[in-house]
């Protein structure tokens, strides 16, 4: 919840579903004629490359904006979480069975904390998969992601840490604030959310340069 001297009350959570709400369904309307036309070009066999390129633009980014809309709500609206007891070595194991990794991305992992926790593993998944997208964002020609879990001075700790250039001195300060980007067409939610997954857990997410390039620290406390 957001105070704002002027506007008074802003519940963001709801603002951002009622904008939400407003511009999917204009995206439906493009969505729907946009099929049309592309129905309409096919069947004439037209050989316009060029047309055939705009409806593939014009797909994408409706595409996109709906990709927008839904990563923007989700973040305003993850307030509460369904929790369970996990083993955390095993979820992680598990997680990275399932991720794709791109081709020339090393894995190392070293899965060790024995730690139980008390987790809601689609949030956590969450969380985690954003930390791996960074790690190959900041990895376009390849290198090595590694990924730890431990237990240290009785918290449970996942350290994913990439070869790449690191966080820069203003990313390390300001990584957790929404919207916070350096990169071309992003949001720049990804480590805010991130961070509110953690806090909603009663745990921390932090980030640091190493010599070696970024690390990301998630803790939470074992169950
Ligand atoms: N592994 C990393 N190495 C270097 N910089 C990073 C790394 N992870 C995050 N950052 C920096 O922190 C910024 C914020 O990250 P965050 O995940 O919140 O947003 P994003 O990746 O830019 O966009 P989005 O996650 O919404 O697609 C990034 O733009 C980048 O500058
Ligand atoms: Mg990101």
């Known amino acids: 919840m957001a105070t704002d001297t002027e506007f008074g009350e802003v519940d963001l959570a709801k603002m951002t ?15 729907n004629s946009i099929y049309y036309i592309k129905n309409k070009v096919e069947a004439a066999q037209s050989k316009d490359e060029k047309v055939a390129k705009h409806i593939r633009i014009i797909e994408s980014e409706v595409q996109r904006a709906n990709s927008i809309l839904k990563e923007v709500s989700l973040f305003f609206k993850l307030k509460e979480l369904a929790t369970k007891a996990a083993a955390l070595d095993g979820f992680m194991e598990e997680l990275l069975a399932a991720h ?7 894995v190392k992992k070293s899965l060790q904390s024995k730690a139980t926790v008390s987790i809601d593993p689609a949030q956590l998944q969450r969380a985690v998969e954003a ?7 900041a990895l376009p020609s390849g290198g090595t992601v590694t ?26 300060v300001k990584a957790f604030t929404p919207f916070f980007t350096t990169k071309e067409r992003r949001m720049g939610l990804g480590l805010a959310t991130v961070r509110r997954i953690m ?13 070696a390039g970024a690390v990301v620290r998630l803790t939470l406390t074992p169950a």
């Open 147 to 172: 990924v730890g879990a431990k237990t240290e001075k009785g918290q449970a700790v996942v350290e994913i840490a990439d070869s790449g250039p690191g966080f820069t001195p203003e990313a390390t």
């Open 131 to 137: 930390v791996l997208q960074n790690a190959v964002d």
């Open 17 to 31: 579903s009622l904008i939400g709400h407003e511009i999917r369904n204009p995206l439906a309307v493009i969505s």
């Open 100 to 106: 794709a990794f791109p081709d020339g991305i090393a």
């Open 199 to 211: 806090t909603l857990h009663q745990g921390k997410a932090e980030v640091r340069k190493s010599s």
